[in-house]
């Protein structure tokens, strides 16, 4: 069928009638673009050259039409994208980029960010034929989807390798970029954003040069958006730029950014909570004084939300992963997470067998950052209770590190029950729980510890029994 439809609709391009020309190559567009058999068939069918030609010799409505077959064909797949570089369409396409028409523009640049999309050799073979320039020209037209296009082009185009992002700043298009960050039209922001992103991610170098051209604080504004892309894609953006060094992370708080992500991140649910939960989590592991910033702007709380309600296992392993990197730092950081009740719903998600294997670990590892500084003794002592084994020895740990400066706490320890429990936990001896349970039971004097130790009952009735009492 794929050949026999393509053998009819070749002959058509040639046609001398120009609005045949124009059908045919919108039919092979639609039927390209509807799946990779059907691109494949075009590129075997030897139609490539034919549309290459006709893009740089014909009127504005056909290579539209051209630049649309080019694009649905190279969109599906790296191999179908590489036979339109080889046929040469790339020079061509880039040459319509300067076209006095806007549409023939933004075809042009639809095919080519298709093409850049799949990998770096792509990305730089449509780099090397000169296209980021006049993209950047593009994103400064007037027209809105013109902008549009040529902003995800570059973000296509920039997203593969630091060198290639470095091409896009290179041709100065952070400040074109960063100037829309206000622009009314939603899709248009979703795009930028994007592009500001990829670009940012790479480097450290990368993400000072998008700071430095004052996306704080207006980039803020787009965490309370009505699109929920455009908060994904602020909130992406922040992200990136929060992950490389504390230095730029302060300077995300001290502009407000992490109220605004906590605020973003209440107002919305599932996927377009992650890159904020994630950003959390970077901002926080940078140094102790970041994660307070954390604290005191009530993300614990927030974090424990996601953990909690969100469906998805991704989800609740990047929350679990960010307050671990919360918890880990300090007694009093380590608190701020536990009175949430974070810690039993981290433990659940470690047992429960329906957990996905990545959301077991984040969360086992999550516990064991919280626990290893925590004392805050309420938050633990149910633990020794429900804690598997590997688990149990940090729990104990703390207890051990706690209770010999803590009297209050020692005796709370025996009211409460968990005196007894350790007795009852099995230790090999010499091991390091072993001696967490000796150091908890040199705080109390020994008649205590026996009288908690399992069988004691028994012994003190076997006494009962045995004991003969004096008669007159």
Same mark, same amino acid.
């Given at each position: 069928?794929?050949?026999?439809v ?9 046609? /001398? ?17 509807? %799946? ?5 068939? /075009? ?11 006709s893009?740089?010799?014909q ?12 694009r ?12 339109? $570089?080889?046929?040469?369409a790339l @020079? ?10 806007p549409?023939? +523009? ?17 990305s730089?073979?449509?780099? @090397? ?8 020209l593009? !994103?400064q ?5 013109? +902008? ?7 973000? @296509? ?10 091409? $896009? ?11 829309? !960050? ?18 940012? =991610?790479?480097? &450290? ?7 430095e051209?004052? !996306? ?6 787009c ?8 908060k994904? %894609? ?6 990136e730029i ?32 992650l890159?904020?939960?994630m950003?959390?989590?970077?901002v926080?592991?940078?140094?102790e004084?970041?994660?307070?910033? $954390? ?8 974090l424990?939300v ?19 990197q !919360?918890?880990?730092h ?10 949430? %009740? ?7 998600l ?18 064991? %950052?919280?626990?290893? =500084?925590?004392t ?8 020794l209770?429900?804690?598997p ?14 209770l010999p400066?803590?009297s209050?706490?020692?005796?709370l320890? $025996?009211?409460s ?26 705080c109390?004097?020994?008649?205590? &510890? ?7 009952? @028994?012994t ?6 045995s ?6």
């Open positions: 069928l794929h050949s026999g393509m053998s009819l609709l070749r002959p058509l391009l040639l046609d /001398v009638v120009p609005t045949i020309q124009q059908t045919a190559a919108l039919a092979l567009g639609r039927l390209a673009n509807y %799946n990779d058999d059907l691109a494949e068939a /075009v590129v075997k069918g030897d139609i490539l050259p034919q549309l290459v030609y893009l740089a010799e009127n504005r409505f056909y290579k539209k039409a051209a630049a649309f077959v080019l649905a064909v190279g969109k599906h797949s790296p191999q179908l994208a590489q036979a339109i $570089v080889d046929c040469g @020079d061509t396409l880039v040459i319509c980029l300067e076209d006095f028409d549409g023939v +523009k933004e075809a042009a640049a639809w095919a080519l960010g298709y093409i850049a999309r799949h990998n770096a050799e792509l730089q073979a449509v780099v @090397d034929a000169g296209a980021v320039p006049l993209l950047v593009c !994103i037209e007037p027209e809105i989807a013109l +902008k549009r296009i040529a902003a995800s082009a570059l973000s @296509d185009i920039s997203k593969h390798s630091p060198e290639l992002a470095q091409t $896009v700043v290179d041709a100065g298009a952070i400040a074109h970029l960063a100037q829309m !960050i206000l622009n009314p039209d939603s899709k248009l922001k979703r795009q930028v954003l994007s592009a500001l992103s990829q670009i940012a =991610k790479h480097s &450290v170098d990368l993400a000072e040069m998008v700071v051209a004052e !996306i704080f604080p207006v980039v803020l504004t965490l309370k958006d009505k699109d929920e892309y455009v994904k %894609n602020a909130s992406t953006l922040i992200r929060a992950k490389h060094t504390p230095e730029l992370s302060q300077l995300i708080v001290n502009a407000g950014g992490v109220a605004a992500v906590i605020d973003c991140i209440g107002s919305c649910k599932g996927n377009i909570r890159p904020g939960i950003m959390l989590g970077y926080a592991a940078h140094s004084n970041l994660a307070m910033a $954390v604290i005191i702007s009530k993300g614990v709380p927030q424990s996601c953990l909690s309600e969100e469906p998805e296992d991704h989800i609740k392993a990047a929350a679990a992963w960010a307050l671990g !919360i918890g880990r300090t007694p009093e950081h380590a608190r701020a997470v536990a009175v949430t %009740n974070t810690l039993p719903v981290l433990l659940s470690y047992m429960s067998t329906e957990s996905s294997e990545d959301l077991q670990v984040k969360s086992k590892k999550a516990i064991k %950052n919280i626990l290893q =500084k925590c805050y003794l309420p938050a633990l002592e149910p633990f209770y429900d804690a084994p590997n688990i149990l020895k940090h729990v104990v740990g703390q207890f051990s590190k706690v400066h803590d209050k706490a020692r005796r320890f $025996v009211t029950g968990g005196l007894k429990k350790v007795q009852e936990i099995k230790a090999e001896p010499g091991s390091l729980l072993q001696e967490y349970i000796n150091s908890i039971n040199n109390y004097p020994e008649e205590i &510890v026996r009288y908690y130790s399992p069988g004691y009952s @028994d003190l009735l076997q006494r009962v029994d004991y003969q009492p004096l008669t007159n």
